[in-house]
């Protein structure tokens, strides 16, 4: 009778063990420092399915298992890191972004620009550029094609309340050999600039702002990645009403 109890009070408890367990198991752990190795307190930590804040140690969980991890504080460059496989942690030294940040003018010129009305991120364009428009519910699209050898790429500038989600698709990162990230700004507005070249030797690009707008490009060759950088390079941005942040 005693064995009998003691088998039905595992094969109630073992379940809920289990599911605490993989909920435990299930998460990443850092610390986040500055080059000095001081700890950094209050940067923002995220990936796919879960956020988290980095405490007086500069340590944080973030409860969930995702490939890609971002690490954003004001004053410091934006920083992306890769979990290796089988890893449950991911540490980061965050560093200054005076030397690197891309101080985007506001827009001057009426008329020199791509005019995207009640949206911040304006770029020149060539007026011999060809230009497909195409328009969801809530978000507009410009695809700009861009001709080597027989192949087309596209650069597409992407507007409208929720067109962006201020960053890169994870399998750009994934794919990456190579990675550079710098945090642009414009008076009360910021955002992202993120490029990379991907195993095949193609390139990728995103200029975005979080909500708003992105201009972005990915698995271009060399001639169109210098063609796409030339727009995206052109930025300038005239705040909404409101002047709303990105981040």
């Given at each position: 009778?005693a064995?009998?109890?003691?088998?039905?009070?595992?094969a109630?408890?073992?379940?809920?063990v289990a599911f605490?367990s993989?909920?435990?198991?299930?998460?990443?752990?850092?610390?986040?420092?500055d080059a000095?190795?001081?700890?950094?307190v209050?940067?923002?930590?995220?990936?796919?399915?879960?956020a988290?804040?980095?405490?007086?140690?500069?340590?944080?969980t973030?409860?969930?298992?995702?490939?890609?991890v971002?690490?954003?504080?004001?004053?410091?460059q934006?920083?992306?890191?890769?979990?290796?496989?089988?890893?449950?942690?991911v540490?980061?030294?965050?560093?200054?972004?005076?030397?690197?940040?891309?101080?985007?003018?506001?827009?001057q010129t009426?008329?020199?620009?791509r005019?995207?009305?009640?949206?911040?991120?304006?770029?020149s364009?060539p007026r011999?550029?060809?230009?497909?428009?195409?328009?969801?519910?809530d978000?507009?699209?410009?695809?700009?094609?861009?001709?080597v050898g027989?192949k087309?790429?596209?650069?597409?500038?992407?507007?409208g309340?929720?067109?962006?989600?201020?960053r890169?698709?994870?399998?750009?990162?994934?794919?990456s050999?190579?990675?550079?990230?710098?945090?642009?700004?414009s008076?009360?507005?910021?955002?992202?600039?993120a490029?990379g070249v991907?195993?095949?030797?193609?390139?990728?690009?995103?200029?975005?702002?979080?909500?708003f707008?992105?201009?972005?490009?990915?698995r271009v060759?060399?001639?169109?990645?210098?063609?796409?950088?030339?727009?995206?390079?052109?930025m300038?941005?005239?705040?909404?009403?409101?002047?709303?942040?990105a981040?």
């Amino acid at each position: 009778m005693a064995y009998a109890v003691r088998q039905l009070i595992l094969a109630a408890v073992f379940p809920i063990v289990a599911f605490l367990s993989s909920n435990l198991l299930a998460q990443i752990e850092g610390r986040v420092t500055d080059a000095e190795g001081n700890p950094l307190v209050g940067v923002d930590v995220y990936g796919e399915r879960a956020a988290a804040e980095t405490d007086a140690e500069g340590k944080y969980t973030l409860k969930s298992m995702d490939e890609v991890v971002f690490f954003d504080s004001p004053g410091y460059q934006p920083l992306t890191r890769i979990r290796e496989k089988d890893s449950r942690t991911v540490d980061a030294t965050l560093t200054p972004e005076s030397d690197t940040t891309w101080i985007v003018p506001t827009c001057q010129t009426p008329g020199t620009v791509r005019e995207l009305v009640n949206y911040p991120m304006h770029f020149s364009i060539p007026r011999h550029q060809n230009i497909v428009s195409t328009f969801d519910v809530d978000y507009g699209r410009l695809i700009l094609p861009h001709k080597v050898g027989s192949k087309k790429f596209h650069l597409v500038i992407m507007y409208g309340p929720y067109a962006s989600n201020g960053r890169p698709w994870k399998e750009l990162y994934l794919d990456s050999v190579s990675l550079r990230e710098r945090r642009w700004k414009s008076g009360g507005l910021q955002g992202l600039d993120a490029r990379g070249v991907l195993r095949d030797g193609t390139q990728w690009r995103y200029v975005g702002i979080i909500l708003f707008e992105s201009g972005s490009y990915e698995r271009v060759p060399t001639a169109a990645a210098t063609a796409f950088d030339a727009i995206l390079d052109s930025m300038c941005v005239k705040p909404p009403k409101g002047d709303s942040k990105a981040q």
